[in-house]
Structure formats: C-alpha cells, structure tokens
C-alpha cells in the first residue's frame, strides 16, 4: 500500500499546486524544523526547476526563494539547537521526532566536524538536523552561517538549476519525472546506507 501511494504521489503536480509559498515553506522546514524530516528535499528541487523550464515558474524567482528558505531554515535550526540544549536528547519519540535521527545526525557530526553543515545539505534527515545540533554543541555562528550559505547556494540553487536544464534539454521529460525522483531519492540516501551497514561490517 505504502509502495503504491508512492508511485502513483505526483509530485510535479503537488509542487504546481502548493506554488512559490508551499515551495519555500517545504524546504525552510526540511532545512531546520525537527518535524520537516519526512518532507521532498533534493527531489522538490529538481522537479520545481522542471516545471520552471515549462513556464510554470519564474526560474529567477524559484532560486532566491530557495535560497533563502534554506539559509532561513538553518538558522532557526541552528537558534531552536541553542536555546533547547542536551534537552533535545532526551525528549521522549513522537511522530515527528526520533531520537534516532539525531544520534545519526550526532554520529555525522562528529565524523565531520563542522564541515557537517555543508555536507549534510545532500543527506536526507541529517540536513533537517545538522543546524540544530551545530546550535547544541555551541558552534561559532559566523563559521556555521559561512557553511549554510555556501550549502543553501549549492544545494538549493544547484539543484533547481539541474532540473531547468534538463527540461530545456530533454523533449517531454515530464514522462520521465518519476524515474528522476526516485533516482535523487536513492543516491541521496547512498550516505545514510553505507553509515548503516559500516558498523555491520565491523562485526
């Protein structure tokens, strides 16, 4: 069931229906707010530049939306981190918060210190918890704001971009919108597979 709702969720048409405003919305709280975790990221990205490259948005307009969002995002990320603290750590799981996310996150920032806030932009859920825990462990704002836009350029802007050319360079490539979202969806979860299996092989 969960499988079919998934093939046959159109996103092209969910993102033509939401807009500017849903758009902006969508990647401001998967950016930052604990409960965005479950949002499209990298997939929202490359289908609102396909439509752009249709007419249906502006692509000037799609990139400083994005942009900011995303910055705007990690910054209350980063604000609710430090005002909440080790609190975070022990707030008991709901349907919108799971301890296990921010152990994972916790796990990646510790391998990559605060490169983390750049690298985690391609990671679904590490992105949407990086900036809080950059807030938790105290991170210096000016280093962690430096690495957020960088990644909110990259990320956002780069991968809107992708999408416009590939719509002004492949003839009717809304036929291939599914095959494009389920690619982005299992290259950007490659990371959080091989951090899973790692210490399974350690065994």
């Not at 909440?84 to 996150?105: L, M, N």
Request: with cysteine; aromatic share 18%.
């Amino acid at each position: 069931m969960l499988l079919d709702s998934i093939l046959h969720f159109d996103l092209s048409a969910f993102v033509e229906t939401v807009g500017y405003v849903g758009v902006f919305a969508i990647v401001f709280a998967e950016s930052g707010l604990f409960f965005g975790f479950f949002l499209p990221g990298g997939s929202l990205l490359v289908v609102t530049g396909l439509l752009a490259s249709q007419g249906v948005f502006n692509i000037w307009i799609v990139i400083v939306l994005l942009a900011a969002a995303a910055i705007l995002g990690d910054n209350v990320g980063y604000w609710f981190g430090m005002k909440v603290g080790p609190k975070i750590f022990t707030r008991e799981d709901s349907f919108f918060f799971h301890k296990k996310h921010v152990q994972k996150t916790k796990q990646f920032y510790e391998k990559y210190g605060t490169r983390v806030i750049l690298i985690a932009r391609f990671v679904p859920i590490v992105r949407t918890f990086a900036p809080i825990l950059a807030g938790v462990a105290g991170m210096r704002y000016r280093l962690f704001f430096i690495y957020n836009v960088i990644g909110a350029v990259v990320w956002g802007i780069g991968g809107a971009l992708i999408g416009y050319f590939l719509g002004n360079t492949i003839p009717n490539i809304e036929k291939y919108t599914l095959y494009i979202v389920v690619g982005i969806v299992v290259v950007s979860c490659a990371p959080l597979f091989f951090e899973f299996i790692r210490p399974v092989q350690k065994r």
